[in-house]
Every structure is written in C-alpha cells, then in structure tokens.
C-alpha cells in the first residue's frame, strides 16, 4: 500500500484518541418514543411529503436496521425500520421535516474474511442523503475495527464523532428557469473550483467568498459572461471528507474523496444549519442559466471516502460492505483498487448502478444540472477486470431518457491495468482528450516528429473519434487542468516543485511535458518572459482555433500559478486560490478576444469532420496543408521529424450544415501559420484557389491581438516571429 493510500483511507496514523463523549454515546441512546409507520420503500433515502418523511435503506447483509434521530442538542433517539422490502429497510415517521439530523446503524455479521463488516456501535450517513451537516472528528471510533487489530470489531460508538444526514425540503421556486442546452460545437468550458474562484474577489463580499453565493455573485457571472465561456465545470461539490484534516495546514482541496453523492457539499455555502446548502446550490443554478451559462458537475462515482480495509466506517461500508464494493476475490477482507484511493465502486451490483443512476437523475431533475465529468471513467465501465464499453453502466446511461440528454465527459483513464481509453468510450460521450494536451504540448515546446499527429489533434482527432459516429465535438480538448501545472508554471518550470505537499516531492505527474523557457520559476530576465508571454499566448490560440470542445483551466487567463506545484489537492488556501489582484490584464484580453473570435466563425467549430476534398466540382477543398511556401504538404513534409512549420487553410464556404433554424451557414475562410521553430520565419501568402487578400486576425507575438488594418495580397511573404502563430482572413 502507497503513502497516498494510507493517507486517503484514513490510516491509523492519522487518528486522535477517542473523546470521552464518544466513549460514553453508546449508552446515552434513548429508546424510541416517536411512532413509525411501515412507510414504502421506494424511492430511496429520507423523503419529506409535507406531512411527515419516510425513510428507506437497502441493505442485504443487515438483520435489523435501527433510524437515529438527533436534536439540537445531539440527544438521539433510535427507532427500529419496522418493514423491509426487497432488501430494503423503511418505515415512515409523521411529523418529522425538514431540518432533522439522522443516521443509521446496522445490525449483522462482522466477519471480514466474508466481506461483512456491520457494525451497529457506528453511526451510518444515509447514501441518500440530500444534505450532509459537518465532517468526521478523526478518532478511533469512527473506525469499525480496533486500529491494532485491523480484523477486530471496534465497540466505540462513533455517533459524537461523525457528521449528520439531514432531512431536506424538496420546495423551490425555480421560476422559468430552463437548461441553456448550449449545443456542442458551440461549447467553450471553464474547469473552475468553487472556493478557490471567489476566495480572494473584490467585488464578492466577504461573508460570500468560496461559496455558491459567491459564484453566483453578478461580478463573478458577469466576468464569465464577458470571457465569452458558456459552460462551467465544478470540481466536485458532492459532499466529501477531509481525509487530511488540517496536517501539516493541509486540507483536501479538489473533493475527490465523495461520502454523499446527493448532497451538495456544505462547507461551500454561506448557511448550511438544517440543509440551507441545497436552497443556495440551487439559487447559484438558477443565477448561472439566468445568464446562459451551463453548470457541468465533475462526479466521482469510481470509489468513495472510506477507502481501504484500513479506513473509517462512515456509511456504505457498514451498511453492505460486499454490495456496494469491489472485493479481492480470494480475500474478501481487502478491496480491488482501481482509483490509487483504496478501493472502487461495485458497478456489477445493481443497487449500485441504482445509486449511482438516481444521482445522476436527480442532479439534473431536482438540482437542474447541465452534465457530467465522470473522474476516472473506466473504472465505471470495470464488470470483471477489463474496460468494457458494452457494460451496464453504459447501457444504464444511455437508454435513461434524462441523464442520455444532458452532457456527458469522460476522463477515459483509471490506473488499473488497460485503464487508458481514450477514444474507445460509446458514441454520446464526450471524452477528456489527454493525447491532445499531450501533442500540444510537444508540438510548442518543440519536439521533433508532432507536425502529422498536430495536424489531426487541431482538427478533431479523427484518428480516436471518426470511425465509431462520432463528431469533432466528442474531442475535449485541453492544455490544462486542475491536475498538473497552470498555463503559466507550464511554461515557467521543467519540474514540478511540490515540496509544500509534505510529501517529498513524490506526489504529482514527473513527465509534465513542459518547458521553463530557460529559467526555472521566477526571473527578471526580459527576453524570457517575453517568450513565456509568447508561449501562453501560443497554448491558448492553439486551443481556440482547434476543432472539438475547449477546456480552459480556470485562472489560465489570469496568469494564475501556483509556483510549480502541480498537484494542489491539498492546498486550501492562496497557492490555489484565484488572485485577482495579480490579474495579467494583457492575457485577460488576449483570451477573450480569442473567445469571441472563435464565436463568430462557424468555421472553427465544425459538426462534421473535414475530408480535405474538392467541393461542388470547385477545386477548393474544405481544408488545405501547406508548407511555409504556399505549397501543398507532401507525404515526406509531413515525415519530416525537423519539421515544425505550416499553414492550414480552412474554408468558411464548405460547412455542409445550415444553422439552427435552418437558415444557411456563410463564413470567412481562415489561414493559420504555425511557426514552432526557434527562429524566425518568412511565410507566403497563398493565391488561388485558396485566396485572393488576407486581413490578419490574430498573432501571438503581439501582447494584445489588434487587426490589421490592411489586407495583404497573395504571394505577399510575412515572417512570424519564432515560436508563434498567426491567423488571417480571406477578404477578397
């Protein structure tokens, strides 16, 4: 087991000793004195009529569930489910609402050798849960084994030590609110965090920095509206545990370490007292639509917070341990892990896929959502051993009248063995395209042999894509992303420096593909920030101009860093957190007018591939390759492993589709010149049939893109400076 491992399954290491509350908990219960109706035992978790709540959990392993009721003063009172149906426990309690604070403990084997590990002295979240109150206190007794006998059961009762289940009031007032259904090729997303975006803000008040309110503050929305983005990707605000509880000042940032999958995680909202989180989750949708703007919610339905055989019982552990995860086959005691987080998700069991798909349905019926990052993805489609697209999870989502219709992303990778499936996921998919950051990457830091699979990574990846009906939209492209370096320490540093992780240096990509334009980190060295200016600005161009979906790190167009660290999950606080103050206006500009540039020519952002054929008998094809001479690539240009200079001529009037309402699409014809080479570079202006006169558009060697003001004529030779690219249009 890694050090990673240890630390996210919560090992003994991390634990303080018990408080004597906790210790003494077990006989503080009351009995029940509330009167239980048999209820129902659909749907699922704690669901409020108006009247009263009925509760359901399914359990197959438990003989006896008990429903423990919690006042404001933390006096519980435990009432027996008296029905259960279908492997599912329920009872219905009248005058219980909103507001109410619950658990569960299950009664049955503790045999860790089969698989079984209940154990009623813990206190149990509800995997229903549609708000969650408070994190655990790490002590000994929100383990279910003695951490000295990992195998042995643990008679503390853990009920003072661990956060609340909370009954919800599932009222209210969306108004005309409707899903912006932005289509596809028209997408531009914006991968952000819901803390470190609004932390150190301006104009957001102080009481509503780092939270839902926060985002949904008219600065921060009109800021997005005026970046041009239409989408906004969450790193996940499904509630999580803080696995690193503040060792060392560290605490879990990303929120990849999920305990609820219904629940909006609470510490992101201004009040959380009695569910208020899930009204102020709401109300930040219901702002974003308002404003066009799509929420996309970055999911981790591939393992949760309990991590291994050594971590704590929160919930889906002691509520079914052999159910709800993947087991070793000849050691049930340990997990099969998939995630390097400690353990994985059953997708064979179908109360699983029950959870995982009434989550989803209910983030985009109830909480109206726009779509989905699936972390991890192929771990989600793992029956057996092996990545099967044929596998149900895939045919759960994709005849789900609901969750089919929205948008949905893979990150097509998990760290098991053939975990990397990029291109291979089902036809609706959208996939985080990693070959494409990659190539990029290279291509700018100028490695020899990229120019070929370039060329088919900024059209689309047909190569991944084309042959299983899927469009140029299906590539999400990349340069960035929360995991790695920002677009600034990408071009600032050739290693990562993760020192302030506390884990020596180990942690984080080491192969980063990235280049410190001759100086590693800070420097006062004009040249050298004028070309890492020049980088950034080459990155970004690259990725708007690309055909399929981009995907900018949030920041990037702040000139955000975080001084080499490439692995930031653990730092809450101002090396992730947005500085505004520090704001790079020059690049700020520079993004949006790329943005809009990329919004007002269709061309950039084909629903259909390029074949690079002759249309309608013309003889212009609907793309060209040329060298800097203006002349055709030939087979040995593109073999050429020294070559790192071209054209791309993309024709506005070959779009074979109409736009919305039918009406015909007509568009400027765009040239592009790459020039990746270390020195300058003279390029020549294409004629007919191509072109007649080119107006510049674009150019990365200029700070802040200003067009210019007269055309140039065929067969006029411009010279782009090294390492840079511009973009003219056709104007005659």
Not at 547 to 564: A, K, N
Not at 568 to 574: A, F, N, V
Request: hydrophobic letters at 35%; one cysteine or more; charged letters at 20%.
């Amino acid at each position: 087991m890694s050090k990673t491992q240890s630390r996210r399954s919560g090992g003994p290491s991390q634990v303080r000793p018990a408080p004597a509350p906790a210790r003494a908990a077990a006989g503080a219960r009351e009995a029940a004195r509330v009167e239980v109706w048999p209820g129902d035992p659909y749907p699922l978790g704690a669901t409020f009529d108006g009247a009263g709540t009925n509760f359901s959990i399914f359990s197959e392993a438990a003989t006896r569930v008990d429903l423990c009721l919690f006042d404001e003063a933390g006096r519980e009172t435990g009432v027996e489910l008296p029905e259960c149906t279908a492997l599912c426990w329920h009872g219905y309690l009248p005058g219980i609402g909103p507001g109410q604070r619950y658990g569960f403990r299950v009664h049955g084997s503790w045999a860790p050798e089969q698989g079984h590990r209940l154990n009623p002295n813990k206190l149990l979240l509800d995997p229903y849960a549609k708000a969650i109150e408070g994190q655990p206190d790490w002590n000994p007794s929100i383990f279910g084994h003695r951490l000295d006998e990992p195998d042995t059961l643990n008679e503390a009762d853990s009920a003072v030590s661990m956060p609340k289940s909370i009954v919800i009031s599932p009222y209210f007032d969306w108004g005309n609110d409707r899903l912006p259904r932005v289509p596809l090729h028209g997408t531009v997303i914006y991968e952000t965090h819901v803390k470190g975006l609004t932390m150190r803000h301006p104009g957001v008040p102080e009481h509503e920095r780092g939270t839902y309110a926060g985002l949904a503050h008219p600065v921060v929305i009109n800021y997005l509206k005026g970046l041009g983005v239409t989408s906004v990707e969450l790193l996940p605000v499904h509630q999580f545990i803080d696995d690193l509880h503040g060792e060392g000042g560290r605490h879990n940032n990303w929120g990849y370490n999920t305990i609820g999958y219904f629940a909006p995680h609470d510490a992101y909202a201004t009040r959380r007292h009695g569910g208020q989180q899930v009204q102020e989750f709401k109300s930040m949708v219901r702002a974003l639509h308002e404003a066009g703007l799509e929420v996309i919610l970055d999911v981790v339905y591939n393992h949760t917070a309990e991590g291994n055989h050594l971590g704590p019982t929160l919930s889906f552990r002691g509520i079914d341990n052999a159910a709800y995860y993947r087991l070793t086959p000849n050691d049930p005691r340990f997990y099969m892990d998939y995630t390097g987080c400690g353990n994985s998700l059953n997708m064979r069991h179908p109360h699983v896929l029950q959870l995982i798909m009434d989550s989803l349905r209910y983030w985009v019926t109830e909480m109206h959502v726009d779509g989905f990052r699936f972390d991890l993805a192929s771990t989600l489609a793992r029956e057996l051993h092996e990545v099967d697209k044929l596998s149900a999870f895939f045919d759960l989502i994709h005849q789900d009248p609901v969750v089919s219709q929205v948008k949905l992303i893979a990150e097509p990778w998990d760290i098991g063995e053939g975990g990397y499936q990029v291109g291979n996921f089902p036809p609706i998919w959208l996939e985080w395209n990693g070959k494409y950051r990659d190539c990029v990457r290279d291509y700018w830091r100028s490695v020899d042999q990229t120019i070929a699979e370039f060329a088919s990574r900024f059209t689309g990846s047909s190569d991944l894509y084309g042959n299983t009906g899927r469009r140029p939209y299906a590539s999400v492209n990349f340069v960035t992303a929360h995991d790695g370096f920002t677009l600034r320490d990408l071009v600032s540093y050739n290693e990562k420096h993760n020192e302030a992780n506390l884990e020596d240096n180990r942690d984080g990509e080491s192969h980063n593909r990235s280049w410190n334009c001759g100086v590693e980190g800070p420097t006062d060295d004009p040249e050298v920030l004028a070309l890492r200016e020049r980088q950034q600005r080459n990155f970004l161009a690259t990725l708007l101009l690309s055909q399929g979906v981009p995907m900018l790190l949030g920041g990037d167009e702040l000139g955000r860093t975080q001084l080499g660290n490439n692995n930031g999950y653990c730092h809450d606080g101002p090396l992730t957190w947005y500085d505004w103050a520090a704001t790079d206006e020059s690049l700020l500009e520079f993004t949006r007018r790329l943005i809009a540039f990329r919004h007002s020519h269709p061309v950039l952002r084909r629903r259909r591939w390029f074949h690079g054929r002759p249309l309608h008998g013309e003889g212009v094809s609907d793309i060209a390759w040329l060298r800097p001479d203006a002349q055709e690539m030939t087979e040995q240009d593109w073999t050429a492993g020294y070559a790192k200079s071209f054209m791309v001529f993309m024709n506005g009037d070959a779009i074979p589709s109409r736009g919305r309402r039918g009406e015909r699409v007509v568009d400027a014809s765009l040239l592009v010149c790459f020039n990746a080479h270390f020195d300058a570079l003279d390029f020549t202006l294409p004629g007919a049939p191509l072109g007649g006169s080119w107006l510049k558009e674009i150019d990365t060697a200029e700070p802040v893109p200003a067009p210019a003001s007269t055309a140039d004529p065929a067969g006029a030779v411009v010279t782009l400076p090294p390492r840079s690219l511009a973009v003219f249009r056709r104007v005659g």
